[in-house]
């Protein structure tokens, strides 16, 4: 199992920019796929992006397609989503997740417990 601890969210205006980070600790990080999840007030969790455990591929909703962009660093343990151009449909809860597989066969193994983003109009 591994333990997924997120940070950076805040809040920040519409047209600003925020970088999350997510810090693994536990099971090999770098064996497991990493993705970005938002859960808005009474919406259901939904997809933001993801990445492959080498890092040499990604995924995007697309609402967030030419805005956002998913990295890792596998020597750090930490992948992190860089925002810019926020909306205020953006503001949500993100939360960091882990599987072993990637793609229509995601499967979440573990869940970092959430960072409040917040923008602003």
């Known amino acids: 199992q591994v333990l997924l601890v997120e940070s950076g969210g805040g809040l920040v205006q519409a047209g600003g920019s925020l970088r999350l980070s997510c810090a693994a600790s536990?099971?090999?990080?770098?064996?497991?796929?990493m993705g970005w999840f938002r859960q808005a007030p009474g919406k259901e969790r939904e997809f933001v992006a993801t990445i492959r455990s080498g890092g040499d591929w990604t995924n995007y909703a697309d609402s967030v397609k030419g805005r956002f962009t998913i990295s890792r660093d596998n020597a750090k343990d930490t992948v992190y989503l860089q925002m810019n151009s926020l909306k205020p449909e953006d503001t949500a809860v993100y939360y960091c997740?882990?599987?072993?597989?990637?793609?229509?066969?995601?499967?979440?193994?573990?869940w970092g417990q959430g960072t409040q983003v917040t923008v602003s109009s």
């Open positions: 997740a882990a599987s072993y597989l990637y793609g229509s066969s995601w499967s979440t193994r573990s």
């Open positions: 536990g099971r090999t990080f770098s064996s497991y796929h």
